[in-house]
């Protein structure tokens, strides 16, 4: 989510990823804009072929700065995908590489302009045609890209015989700065990107043994909420057929910026450039000259000092049309599966002014706990406040540190994202779509977090690319298992349609439905089928936005 942030308090260990990798052999594939040698990776009894850093767009400099781009043209030759494209631009904390807990989610390669590319990675065992996974990464639409090591596709390609893609696409200012009505800054950069990458999958994946009309888009966090724009897009659903969303959905208060708000931060941006305040000429024309180091290094003075995102996506009249919660009425009939994990609300009680920190953790007091409330609820005031501490009966465990800790993390988990995800599965399923909800429990044994933050953000992300088969030694046996039963599931949703089959489960994952609302608990040993996840969400989606409206 959030990542911007988030990268501050959130990550798993980095492994480098950026140098070319010693081919067995150079398999070619050939595609519209040419010709593209891969390399063949060893894994377990098998191998995949893995083509990384294919450039899928062009690059979107000089007065594509801040627009959407085009399809690559064509090249001559051969095009050696042996080693992840550049990064896009983004702002980089270098203090937080101590902590492998947060250096994860650290850009690890060089970033350049030119960072529109995509990877394959194709399995040995080819049953043609194959369903295919795109994998659209989070980071709080500011951060983060597909040479993170969590993000290796080839485990999860060897394991389910899926073809798995992951797409870069620019962040931050570059990717979702806009003036709103204004034609050399609509917004949405960064979204038409990642259409344009769906694009380019569809046209040519069969070149790659894979099949266009069996394509699943799954993201976490920020790639959650994309994949959810994408599917309230006008174009979008041409290019794909089912959709995953992981701890973040559309609409969730962090994923979108009114009008005015993003024309705000584009002219506070400029202003601290130095480039003209009020012709919106003139201001583009500096914006495109400005050196992209200097610019996405200033715009983390435009953010205000607890805002969990910065530059976001807008109503543009191009790619969305209307706000999400209005948008969900036009949801296109697609399989959907989305969820959360537990304890999503942590990392970021380490923000508040709790008093919480990795070193010591006592719980925080009741006066912390409402000072914290009030940080990421500006606009909410004391009675607001007061309803949310209400609600949540924190007054029953008072003078309690830790359960007021687990008030703080549920709190900003229902806000966050549980109920946001809840809103948008009961409209999916008014518009006849199929959606099934799972919750993620298991926190792996050497993660790096302490154990009293649980299954936090992001979590289930090294399971679902089998890092415990990765790096077998380091994970017990039942972890390996976990590994297998969750890219289980989630290839047999994109193969089918629905989570249910060999899984060795034992039950029957049920429809989510507005009458039961059953969900999927995830377990490290098993599986359950649970009701209605939470009991807030009447609160948070329809009496605390209307509360807000009246102070």
């Excluded at 569809?202 to 099949?211: K, P, T, W």
């Excluded at 009020?278 to 000092?305: F, G, H, S, T």
């Amino acid at each position: 989510m959030i990542w911007s942030i988030f990268l501050q308090v959130w990550g798993l260990i980095i492994l480098p990823a950026v140098a070319p990798i010693k081919a067995h052999n150079d398999p070619i594939v050939e595609t519209k804009q040419g010709k593209i040698s891969g390399t063949q990776l060893p894994i377990l009894s098998g191998y995949v072929t893995a083509y990384l850093g294919i450039p899928y767009g062009e690059p979107p400099t000089g007065n594509l700065r801040f627009k959407k781009t085009d399809l690559r043209k064509p090249w001559h030759g051969v095009f050696k995908a042996n080693k992840f494209g550049k990064s896009c631009f983004q702002y980089k904390r270098e203090k937080y590489t101590k902590f492998p807990g947060t250096a994860m989610w650290l850009v690890n390669n060089e970033m350049n302009e030119d960072c529109l590319h995509l990877n394959v990675w194709v399995p040995s065992s080819r049953p043609y045609p194959m369903s295919v996974m795109v994998f659209i990464h989070g980071g709080g639409f500011e951060s983060g890209t597909t040479s993170l090591d969590i993000y290796d596709g080839s485990m999860l390609a060897y394991e389910e015989s899926v073809i798995v893609v992951s797409i870069n696409y620019r962040v931050g200012a570059l990717g979702f700065l806009a003036l709103p009505g204004y034609k050399e800054a609509p917004g949405n950069a960064g979204l038409f990107d990642q259409r344009l990458g769906l694009k380019w999958i569809h046209e040519n994946i069969a070149s790659f043994g894979g099949n266009p009309d069996s394509v699943t888009i799954f993201g976490h966090s920020a790639g959650g909420a994309s994949v959810g724009f994408h599917l309230i897009s006008p174009v979008s659903h041409a290019y794909f057929t089912r959709a995953i969303m992981q701890s973040g959905t559309t609409t969730s208060s962090w994923t979108i910026h009114t009008e005015e708000r993003a024309k705000h931060l584009t002219l506070k941006l400029a202003e601290s450039l130095d480039c003209p305040s009020k012709d919106y000429d003139a201001i583009m024309a500096c914006l495109i000259q400005k050196d992209p180091v200097e610019l996405i290094n200033k715009q983390q003075l435009v953010r205000e000092v607890y805002a969990l995102t910065n530059f976001l996506p807008v109503i543009d009249n191009d790619f969305l049309n209307d706000l999400p919660e209005s948008s969900l009425k036009q949801i296109f009939k697609k399989d959907i599966l989305l969820g959360i994990t537990k304890d999503d609300g942590n990392p970021f009680t380490l923000l508040s002014s709790s008093g919480v920190s990795l070193e010591s953790y006592s719980g925080i007091t009741s006066e912390k706990l409402q000072e914290s409330l009030k940080m990421f609820f500006p606009s909410a005031g004391d009675l607001g406040v007061e309803s949310i501490l209400q609600q949540y009966k924190v007054w029953e465990n008072e003078g309690n540190g830790g359960e007021n800790h687990k008030a703080l993390q549920l709190i900003l988990r229902d806000y966050y994202f549980t109920c946001p995800m809840t809103m948008f599965a009961e409209n999916a399923v008014k518009h006849q779509n199929n959606v099934f909800v799972y919750e993620y429990h298991h926190r792996l044994s050497n993660d790096p977090w302490p154990e009293w933050m649980g299954a936090l953000h992001g979590a289930e992300l090294a399971v679902l690319f089998g890092k415990p088969l990765i790096n077998n030694d380091s994970y017990p046996k039942d972890e390996h298992l976990l590994s297998k039963r969750m890219m289980k599931f989630w290839a047999n949703f994109a193969r089918t349609g629905s989570p249910n089959g060999d899984v060795g489960e034992g039950f029957v994952w049920p429809l989510y439905s507005t009458k039961e609302e059953k969900y999927v608990a995830l377990y490290l040993n098993g599986s359950d089928v649970h009701q209605k996840l939470s009991s807030h969400c009447q609160f948070w989606n329809s009496y605390f936005p209307s509360l807000l409206l009246k102070l």
